[in-house]
């Protein structure tokens, strides 16, 4: 990109002094009258624009070199991320002026969504996967991880106060001792327990499937047999149940 600019500028400015040179060899045989200094003087004058529009053109191309350099040195979803933090910001200022007037957001949000953008979030909705199952410990404690920060909402102006009363020690080292008579606020540790007792009841609702179930019929020896019936089930069932059931019930031919 920076060495097309370079070429396309170098091109330009020489296309540029070709024609001033070729127009200033016809002007003084189309009138006579100029003298040798005034001639001079408009060729001069004429080098002179040139050499400015050079200087500007090789400007320009130093700006496009530094800013193509410093996009290079950015992560490759910078701007996406910018957005979303900028649309994120003009969210909570809208809602934050929706609260004060005493409106509800989410309902004048969705009165600006048409029938189109209504659908395409339904579909993406349905797209999306939640859960997408346990496959490590390490996976699912980042998976809760995020979950929770995800929830979280620091308090920015409580946050700078600490920052100026601490000084150097906000930013604890190896050789920074800890103050251990720090106590925290009690609507801190409010919203703890009701993070805690959240996770709990969480928790509560969950059950986990059981690998075999009581109630079902024993018709295997080991679980070995168990496998091979529940795969012979699994492919032979639907042709098979009526000779089973007339087993079962002793009538078969």
Known sequence: MTQYLRDVTHTHVIIIINMASASCSTEPSA?????AAERRAQRMAKLQELS????????MNHQEV?????????????????????????????RKEAEEK???????????WTAEEVEKWERKKKKKNPDPGFSTYEAAGLR??????KKMKPNMEHYQQQKEKMGEEFYP????????????????????????????EKRAKFSRRRGFNDDADIDYINERNMRFNKKAE????????????????????
């Open 66 to 94: 530094v800013e193509e350099d410093r996009r290079n040195k950015l992560p490759a979803n910078f701007e996406q991320k910018r957005k979303r933090e900028e649309w994120k910001e003009e969210e909570e200022k809208k």
């Open 144 to 149: 809760q991880y995020q979950a929770l920060t």
């Open 234 to 253: 699994r492919f032979y069932g639907k042709y098979t149940a009526e000779i089973k059931q007339n087993l079962e019930r002793g009538t078969a031919v």
């Open 31 to 35: 009138s006579g009258s100029m003298s």
């Open 52 to 59: 400015l529009k050079r200087n500007e053109a090789r400007k």
């Open 102 to 112: 005493g409106e509800d957001y989410d309902r004048l949000r969705m009165l600006e």
């Open 173 to 200: 080292d190896m050789n920074t001792l800890v103050d251990v008579t720090r106590k925290d606020s009690e609507e801190a540790v409010d919203r703890l327990v009701a993070d805690v007792e959240k996770q709990i």
